[in-house]
């Protein structure tokens, strides 16, 4: 025998009836672990026992195979005691460069029972695509689409993702897996496997029911255990309907969305899920969408492509793909939850003139050509077309005819009127003279011809000026905002109309032709000026049913990749919202009033924010939810989007766009039961505008706006010396948004403007802002929300700063700096009554070993730390204010919301350091 296959493989098995031990049996040393979830290591025994039947799962090193031709050591193998400590066994096998010959990896394994198993592989991301099967049982692919269940990060650009690889029925003894890589060139890297009777819940290198137990002082850890989804008093599932659709088809009536059936508004509490957790198997699809209804969730939107975006299959339908939405769809509608459908962004798209786009080579992202160019549309529509009209397997209808789909999106972030209309730099030349030919077109309707508009226009050319060939050049939009003149007014209207007929045509494509019976929204961008181009972008919007937007919070960020990820070395100031503070990066400006939460209901249709986040790096987190149920709630807003998912449970660590965190996510129990049980009033209006449509192509704007809050990523697209600042005619208090309403309708009549008096609700010496329901309370100079409404009452913000904090019901005080302690009736009567009210408590979250150093108020990160999320402990009490507060039971629920031992009373509850949720009942 070889000596080098001569290896001891360490299998690790726990099992479901046995405690700790461990057998030896020829070359293979296996552990037997506790159910028990303690996280205590396993002990090696000398002597050889007979395994426990019905294991759970089966776990192995991947460095230890019993047969190999990976090299011992390459560029990926752990440089240092740090990196180390990420992989299970403190290594893992990999391989770089190129190679002559497959690479290969043989394991035996010792399967105790005879089932049906999962199979997990945790690798260097979707790096190494490889093909796996047990003895001589058929190949399974692993593809670099695999989807990845968590992310560890050993350096920049290198880290260990758990990841499915299928399922395996394998008997009872001994079995052979062999794992080839499907490539003969570049990175590969595998860290441990994992062979499961049940889905996997995905914790870094920890074994099912381990912990990490690590948090510096005055921190709690944040590790759940697996939610067995028993029933629990805060389970918001029963929230949703049996199976998503079973009211009907999501219709428009008025500002609202309702059932089909029954006429009833619903509003959505909803997330954002890109194509890897669609890639997700089954099993995690499962578990996700049971996870996502029991805190709330009513609606997910499903943002990714279902074709080849590039390449030399661009544009085709990946059907394997679409098999998985299909599987996807179907797994949210039985947990009650809806989907909505935005499946093409310019970003993903990279057309070729291989692919019969001249000018394109692959690289570019085609903005603004889906508006015009009929052949690109004709792609589009085939998408649509695949999407909508194929038969679900899953629930035997295809998604055109399915209820659970609730809402189709257009386009993802373009519009004529942002930064990135700029024919003669994004638009490749054959590509700009078809639209100046389109432009020259329209010119000609309306002069008679080119030329005679050009004279109209003062008789000076620019680029693009052809008249001889029924050309019209386009101006710079900083031009048509700053200039106003009349070729700056027609580019406008040329601009606006050539959006509006595309989303008037898509619309009718997919409710006619397609027959989709759910509700559309053109798009949801941003312009370069929010008050001269931001109406006429949603006069051509509101050709659809209702409109939507984006909105991102955060400090200033500064890195390399400070767009999408955290890095060390990034410098960063902290921000906060409830302060108003500026997010300039010199700091020190005077208060910013504009939030992603600032709505505005445009022409009396729904409305909704189908991306926002409060960004990390920043301490000040722990608002985001609460502000975004109460005002949400207020404005009348239909759906908050928070983005995006990460994976199918919580995650270990915080990323740039965390959601499934303590901080966010845990705290949607309140505030999704807030939101979507309307326990804060909706506001009337206090502004309406009326916008004449004349006024708005002669370029005279509006007198008020919505907010500018891109995501760093879009915030690069903005030229260099340019602004997406309002500017100039702001003539409406920024702060009506933290009031009531805000409206805009568009009319052929005369403009109006009504506004209420808002010095009765806008306290300039204090820097208070009371809505005009008298619910909401913003103290900007503390910094500090307070609900106080029947049903809900609370405080978020500088909790230590602004003292106990007294509400109709309760009296909040808490010595800790900054966080939210919520309390919602959840039994339909008001708190002052309620037999069942749900306290929740949240402070601030940090990765474990997260370091930075200050300067000027500025941090520069040291140290990304690693898992688990840790939370700052809680301090505080909370005391209801009835005269049966002392008959009141006070039950700590645990994380994943299950009863533990009674507290005491309502009288004075002492919050505890590490729980989130309290159970006050009668």
């Known amino acids: 025998m070889n000596i080098s296959k001569m290896v001891v493989l360490c299998i690790t098995i726990c099992n479901l009836q046995g405690g700790v031990k461990t057998a030896t049996i020829g070359f293979l040393s296996f552990f037997l672990l506790s159910p028990s979830c303690t996280g205590a290591k396993p002990q090696r025994m000398d002597t050889a026992q007979k395994i426990q039947p019905s294991p759970a799962y089966i776990w192995w090193e991947a460095e230890k195979p019993a047969a190999t031709n990976f090299p011992k050591k390459s560029s990926f193998s752990p440089a240092n005691p740090q990196e180390a400590d990420v992989l299970s066994g403190g290594d ?13 990896l043989e394991y035996t394994v010792d399967v105790p029972a005879t089932d049906t198993y999962h199979f997990y592989a945790r690798k260097f991301w979707k790096h190494g695509p490889y093909r796996w099967r047990f003895d001589d049982g058929p190949w399974h692919t692993v593809g670099r689409d695999v989807a990845l ?74 590790e759940p255990d697996p939610d067995p989804f028993a029933p629990s008093p805060i389970d918001l599932r029963s929230l949703n309907e049996p199976v998503a659709g079973q009211n009907g088809y999501i219709r428009v009536k008025g500002e609202s969305f309702v059932h089909g059936k029954t006429g009833k508004p619903v509003r959505f509490w909803a997330v954002n899920a890109g194509s890897d957790l669609v890639r997700l198997d089954n099993a995690s699809v499962d578990h996700l969408a049971r996870f996502l209804a029991k805190k709330g969730v009513n609606l997910i939107r499903y943002h990714g492509t279902v074709y080849e975006g590039s390449g030399p299959n661009f544009g085709q339908v990946d059907r394997a793909f679409l098999d998985q939405l299909f599987y996807f769809v179907a797994a949210m509608k039985k947990q ?62 295809p998604l055109n005819a399915d209820p659970a789909v609730a809402i189709a999106e257009m386009v993802n972030e373009e519009s004529h009127f942002f930064w990135t209309f700029t024919p003669y730099q994004n638009l ?28 109209k226009w003062g008789g000076n050319r620019i680029k693009g000026d052809v008249p001889g060939e029924g050309r019209a050049g386009f101006m710079p939009l900083y031009e048509i905002f700053n200039k106003k003149d009349l070729r700056a007014q027609e580019t406008a209207t040329f601009l606006m109309e050539d959006m509006r007929r595309f989303y008037g045509e898509t ?24 008050q001269v181009l931001g109406p006429l972008d949603k006069y051509a919007n509101n050709v659809a049913d209702f409109f939507d937007r984006h909105g991102y919070y955060g400090g200033p960020h500064e890195g390399e990749r400070a767009g999408y990820s955290l890095s060390a070395g990034d410098r960063y100031r902290d921000r906060s919202a409830l302060r108003f503070e500026s997010g300039a990066k010199e700091g020190g400006q005077g208060p910013d009033f504009s939030l992603p939460l600032n709505d505005i209901v445009y022409h009396r ?149 009504r506004v209420a008096d808002l010095s009765q609700y806008i306290n300039e010496d204090q820097k208070r802002i009371r809505s005009a329901t008298g619910q909401l309370l913003w103290n900007y100079d503390t910094g500090l929300m307070t609900v106080n409404a029947p049903g809900a009452q609370g405080a978020t913000g500088f909790l230590k700063a602004a003292g106990p904090v007294k509400t109709a019901d309760a009296t909040i005080s808490s010595p800790r700096e900054y966080g939210a302690i919520t309390l919602v009736s959840m039994d339909g009567k008001p708190i002052s009554t309620s037999g069942k009210i749900l306290l929740q408590v949240m402070s601030e979250e940090k990765n474990y070993g997260w370091e930075t150093a200050e300067v000027d108020g500025w941090k520069t990160i040291r140290d990304l730390g690693a898992a688990p999320l840790v939370i700052r402990a809680f301090e505080g009490t909370v005391s209801l ?26 009288k004075a509850i002492r919050l505890q350091p590490r729980t989130l949720y309290y159970l006050i009942e009668k």
């Not at 893992?92 to 290969?104: K, M, N, P």
């Not at 409060?614 to 009348?636: C, E, I, K, M, V």
């Not at 507060?885 to 009373?905: C, E, I, M």
Request: glycine fraction near 8%; avoid cysteine; aromatic fraction near 14%.
């Open 507 to 530: 619309y009718d494509y997919l409710t006619k032709d397609l027959k989709f019976k759910g509700s559309v929204y053109g798009s949801n961008w941003i312009t370069a000026n929010a």
């Open 92 to 104: 893992w096998i990999s391989a770089d460069g190129d190679r002559t010959e497959t690479l290969f």
């Open 605 to 753: 249709k729904p409305s909704t924010l189908s991306e926002v986040n409060w960004t990390p790096p920043n301490r000040y987190l722990a608002d985001f939810p609460l502000l975004t149920a109460a005002y949400s709630a207020l404005q009348g807003s239909d759906a908050p989007y928070f983005f995006a998912l990460a994976g199918p449970g919580w995650q270990e660590t915080e990323s740039k766009f965390s959601i499934q965190t303590p901080v966010i996510m845990g705290q949607f129990p309140a505030t999704a039961y807030l939101y979507r049980m309307g326990l804060v009033k909706e506001a009337p209006a206090v502004v309406e505008v009326d916008l004449n449509l004349g006024d708005l192509k002669a370029l005279k704007g509006t007198p008020v706006s919505g907010p500018l809050n891109l995501d760093e990523l879009r915030a690069a697209d903005i030229p260099a010396g340019r602004t997406a600042e309002m500017k100039g005619l702001n003539k409406i208090d920024p702060r009506a948004f933290y009031v009531g309403k805000v409206a805009m309708n568009f009319t052929e009549g005369p403009g109006g403007l």
């Open 881 to 906: 204010n009835r005269r049966d507060a002392a008959k009141l039971k006070v039950t700590p629920l645990d994380f994943n919301g299950y009863r533990q031992k009674p507290l005491g009373s309502a």
């Open 336 to 397: 009650g939850i809806y989907t909505a459908l935005s499946i093409y962004f310019p970003l993903w798209v990279r057309p070729s003139e291989a692919n019969g786009f001249l000018g394109y080579n692959g690289e570019r992202p085609p903005f603004d050509l889906l508006y015009f160019d009929p052949k690109f549309q004709a792609l589009y529509r085939n998408w649509w077309r695949a999407l909508l009209t194929t038969k679900n397997p899953y629930t035997g209808v």
């Open 428 to 455: 490749p030349e054959p590509q700009t003279i078809q639209f100046e030919k389109r432009f020259g077109e329209w010119l000609a309707k309306r002069h008679g011809s080119v030329e005679n508009a050009l004279e």
């Open 149 to 222: 269940l968590d992310n560890a990060s050993l350096r920049l650009h290198v880290g260990a993702n758990w990841t499915p690889a299928g399922t395996v029925k394998l008997t009872e003894g001994k079995h052979t897996l062999r794992i080839e890589l499907l490539e003969k060139t570049g990175a590969a890297a595998f860290d441990a496997f994992l062979l499961s009777r049940q889905p996997f819940t995905a914790r870094g290198k920890l074994k099912p029911g381990e912990k990490y137990n690590r948090a510096p002082a005055g921190w709690f850890p944040f």
